[in-house]
């Protein structure tokens, strides 16, 4: 596996700060291939090529977490204790961004699960009170008004349900509000 490193050069006199991915490669070290494209990057701007990265240049390998395990950066003895703060706080707030993002997707699944079960549980019972009111015999207008009310509150609260399904398939930070 080809080692890959977040490079951040501080500005100097003749140019702003910059960040580039660095690569070791077989013909060459992840630095030599930092100073390679940082001098490509001062050429574009009319700027002579240097030999050495300016004081200050943070090397990061790049580095994946699993949101379980955390995050560990090895920085370059260059970069300064500030650098490697900052770059701690951002890594940092990237996973837990991504783990608020993950919560909220895995809420909107769970919360659409138990929509449509509800939605089932009304069905039933709704075809239930149906199947009743066929076989029975005519009723008197005040039950017949109670069991439509019944049916109308059935129906009106599956609606609701296939909404609020809607809702979350459209936009599942919805679950987590």
């Keep these: 596996m080809m080692a890959r490193y977040n490079v951040t050069v501080p500005p100097t006199a003749e140019q702003g ?3 580039t991915i660095a690569r070791d ?14 001098n490509s990057c001062r050429a574009h701007d009319g700027l002579p090529p240097i030999s050495r990265m300016p004081r200050g240049t943070v090397y990061a390998p790049i580095t994946y977490g699993t949101g379980y395990e955390g995050v560990t950066l090895h920085l370059d003895s260059a970069g300064s204790l500030d650098d490697a703060q900052r770059w701690g706080e951002h890594e940092a707030e990237k996973q837990a961004e991504e ?17 449509r079960e509800s939605i089932h ?5 709704a075809l239930s009170l149906i199947r009743a009111i066929k076989q029975s015999a005519p009723f008197q207008p005040a039950i017949c008004e109670a069991l439509r009310e019944n049916l109308r509150g059935y129906l009106a609260t599956r609606t609701g349900q296939f909404k609020r399904i809607a809702t979350l398939q459209d936009d599942y930070w919805q679950a987590v509000q």
Excluded: C, H, P
């Design 121 to 125: 549980s009304l069905n039933v019972k």
């Design 17 to 19: 700060s910059y960040k």
């Design 99 to 115: 783990g608020r993002k993950e919560d909220a997707k895995f809420q909107a699944e769970q919360q659409i699960e138990q929509a």
């Design 25 to 38: 490669t077989n013909g060459q070290t992840f630095r030599a291939d930092a100073l390679q494209d940082y």
